[in-house]
């Protein structure tokens, strides 16, 4: 489909057909469960503090409305297109399945760095966003959450927009809002807090200690920077590789972690920091590492590199960090690499997200302990089902992982019926 084109949208595609061919799922159901069933695309008109009006694309796409409301985040990165988009939505609706929550995936956003907008101009943007999006979202319909290059404030300011627009408070038409106007504890810390539960169940299952063990980190954004925080201060992992987009860090003696994030708390960035260190961002996910976390962008494990990691576990925290070519290769190492695949590691931010919808519509407040014994508890669950599947039928924990949340989708599309 020519509005899809794209090359994520076509890798999406590529892994659905694996886990389509390993069920045996009928030709006719195929594009059924591939394609989004909405998407909507708009143009943004903001004016910017030069007295000039820019305008902004900006995306949603809707993928099955099948098991409920769809869900997901939105991404303001200047390269997002409609394709991206639509594979991005896919991939929620898998991990929604996965973890067994009442959703179909979503994924929205727009084609802007918003590090080049001033704060005035980020919120006008983020507003005529939501304003353009009210005729195709609902706390029953699709409900947005944060993803790259949002937070809590473009959430809040969200809000504010539906809800001035209905005339009353509609907290649960996003999540991953400040905890002052309805968000939940612990939904900015879930995804990378998930990430690091579920690397402790696979060193538990290598049977190795985490205090002998070191990761590498690429991506310092809200997972990558609580993923290693956590790893370095309460598992005793030393953290020997670290990244965001403007520098890569690989020190065998182990990063100061915090120093880091107060680097770039105070400039933004990490370029300056540890200068003596600093390595080719290319090389930094093949160097050696017991633990290795993708927590930025997607397709950074290919065919070229896969065969040269040289970690133990390999997290994805990112979404569709690894292409199914390097999958091939990743399959042939299954007794090297561990491979946590990205729809269950990252499936925290989401469950959470679950959990303030859930809290939103019944005016319930939880704790953070609360909510944090519910996401480990649905996380034990997806990787307990998720190795016992790779073990049973001889798979890979990606196949296996995709396979639950693909069945799922198909049974209840099966059962609901085609109408008319
Ligand atoms: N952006 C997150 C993800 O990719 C979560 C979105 C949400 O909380 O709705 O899973």
Redesign the pocket.
């Known amino acids: 489909m020519i509005i899809y084109d794209d090359e994520v949208f076509k890798m999406a595609c590529d892994q659905f057909q694996v886990i389509a061919d390993y069920l045996n799922i009928d030709p006719n159901d195929r594009d059924r469960l591939m394609y989004p069933k909405r998407a909507v695309a708009v143009t943004l008109p903001v004016h910017m503090d030069d007295g000039s009006t820019k305008t902004f694309q900006g995306y949603r796409v809707q993928h099955h409305l099948t098991l409920g409301p769809t ?5 303001f990165a200047p390269s997002l297109s409609m394709g991206e988009t639509a594979a ?1 939505a896919m ?2 609706s898998w ?1 929604c399945a996965l973890s067994n929550l009442p959703y179909g995936g ?2 929205g956003g727009v084609a802007v760095d918003p590090s080049k907008l001033s704060r005035r101009e980020l919120e006008a943007l983020s507003r005529r966003y939501m304003q353009e999006m009210i005729p195709f979202v609902g706390p029953h319909t699709d ?6 290059g949002t937070n809590e404030q473009v959430m809040a300011w969200f809000m504010d927009t539906y809800s001035v627009y209905q005339g009353y408070s509609v907290s649960e038409i996003v ?2 809002k400040p905890v002052a106007i309805g968000g939940t504890e612990g ?1 900015r810390e ?2 990378g807090r998930g990430v690091v539960y579920l690397i402790e169940r696979a060193m538990n299952i290598l049977k190795i200690d985490p205090e002998k063990c070191t990761a590498i980190v690429q991506g310092f954004g809200n997972v990558g920077s609580v993923a290693a925080l956590s790893l370095a201060y309460k598992s005793g992992v030393k953290i020997v590789g670290l990244s965001d987009h403007t520098a890569a860090i690989y020190n065998p003696k182990g990063i100061d972690v915090k120093a880091a994030e107060q680097h770039i708390f105070k400039k933004g960035h990490l370029k300056a920091f540890d200068q003596e260190n600093h390595v080719d961002p290319n090389k930094l996910l093949t160097m050696k590492c017991d633990v290795l976390i993708p927590a930025a962008v997607d397709r950074v494990i290919t065919e070229k590199n896969a065969a040269k990691l040289q970690c133990r576990i390999l997290a994805e925290a990112a ?1 569709g960090p690894t292409t199914p070519g390097a999958d091939l290769i990743l399959e042939q190492r299954w007794d090297e690499i561990f491979v946590i695949p990205d729809i269950l590691c ?2 925290g ?2 469950i ?3 959990f ?1 919808w859930v809290q939103g519509l019944q005016s319930f407040r939880w704790t953070e302990m609360e909510v944090t014994d519910k996401l480990f508890r649905i996380l034990e669950h997806s990787f307990a089902q998720v190795i016992k599947r790779a073990k049973e039928h001889k798979i890979s924990h990606r196949t296996a992982a995709m396979a639950i949340g693909v069945e799922r989708v198909l049974k209840a599309k099966k059962v609901r019926g085609l109408f008319p």
């Open positions: 869900k997901g985040g939105t991404r991005l991939w929620m991990k979503a994924k409900i947005m959450g944060p993803d790259m999540t991953g939904r879930a995804t979404n990252n499936a931010g989401v959470v997200s679950y303030e």
